[in-house]
């Protein structure tokens, strides 16, 4: 897949995730409103929360989908990761809220005996939420993109919030008041055990943590694989946005020549370009093979 086709897919769902969520935050306010329901009305104001989410994710896409420039060598794409960041503390601030409102509620014991169109908007969101969690995810894991993903985990998290919010709705329409705000509360806890995670793995890929294990293996593999690369002296690969940069040092002839060991050392960046879409830039050190040589680095 070229480039810019990564880009306009992910920007693409982005968008239709963000004017229904638009539509189902307007739907919810008003129902939570009108519908006497303080679960679908905190549910509506954790639908504006995502709202402005999701718009910094498209933000983020547009700035991360630039070329590398001389001012940011290495592309633009850690744009996408502090958006994966500002959204997981969305998702934490979302569910502290929910949590500490609910407990207000439950001591306070100011239930209220919601209508039918806040159930309605419960189920609505529901089915919609989850709809637009699984086609971010099918297109987030294709494109290897951290924003599309965070924002299919918070489809999720609305999927979830509202399905307990559906519970407790209906169990307070039919006289358990007690229902609506208990629910909302227990679902905070799974709001926030997600929140939690997302910043961990944002927070990971911002400090340059490694590619997972299986991956710097497989591209071992390969390297070692190309005739006259004698074997992998050392890989590291981090991310970048959608895409992960990898440094590799392969050790070879010494009695090799210069323009030999280039075209290796091309084809090997070839062999990775073509199987990995999602690696975004190789940078190749040789080394002379079973001669003493020091490894200068200062992290």
């Known amino acids: 897949m070229k480039r810019e086709d990564r880009f306009d897919s992910a ?10 969520n638009a539509l189902l935050m307007v739907f919810k306010l008003s129902a939570g409103y009108w519908g006497h329901s303080d679960a679908v009305l905190a549910d ?7 709202f402005i989410a999701i718009f910094a ?3 983020a896409l547009k700035l991360g989908r630039q070329p590398f420039d001389a001012e940011h060598p290495y592309g633009h794409g850690r744009a996408e990761n502090l958006a994966a960041l500002l959204i997981s503390f969305v998702i934490l601030a979302t569910g502290g809220w929910i949590l500490v409102d609910s407990a207000h509620t439950i001591i306070d014991r100011d239930f209220k005996s919601p209508g039918m169109i806040a159930i309605s908007a419960a189920l609505l969101t529901i089915m919609i939420k989850e709809w637009l969690h699984r086609l971010s995810v099918k297109t987030g894991r294709k494109l290897d993109s951290p924003a599309l993903l965070a924002i299919a985990k918070d489809h999720r998290k609305d999927a979830v919030t509202s399905v307990a919010t559906l519970v407790g709705v209906v169990g307070a329409f039919f006289g358990l008041g007690i229902m609506d705000p208990l629910a909302a509360g ?5 709001i926030l055990h997600m929140g939690v995670g997302l910043f961990r793995e944002a927070a990971h890929d911002l400090m340059d943590g490694s590619a997972p294990a299986d991956f710097i293996n497989d591209l071992q593999q390969l390297a070692e694989g190309v005739p006259n690369v004698e074997q992998v002296h050392e890989i590291r690969a981090r991310r970048s946005g959608q895409y992960t940069i990898v440094d590799l040092k392969l050790d070879m002839d010494p009695e090799m020549t210069v323009k030999e060991s280039h075209a290796i050392a091309t084809e090997v960046k070839r062999l990775i370009f073509a199987r990995y879409p999602g690696v ?14 020091e490894d200068l680095i200062r992290l």
Do not use: Q, Y
């Open 57 to 59: 994710t498209m933000m």
């Open 186 to 190: 227990l679902t905070s806890l799974f």
């Open 280 to 293: 975004g830039d190789v940078m190749i050190h040789i080394n002379p093979h079973e001669e003493e040589h």
């Open 44 to 50: 509506g104001i954790e639908s504006a929360c995502d």
């Open 11 to 20: 920007d693409r769902i982005i968008k239709i995730g963000f004017w229904i």
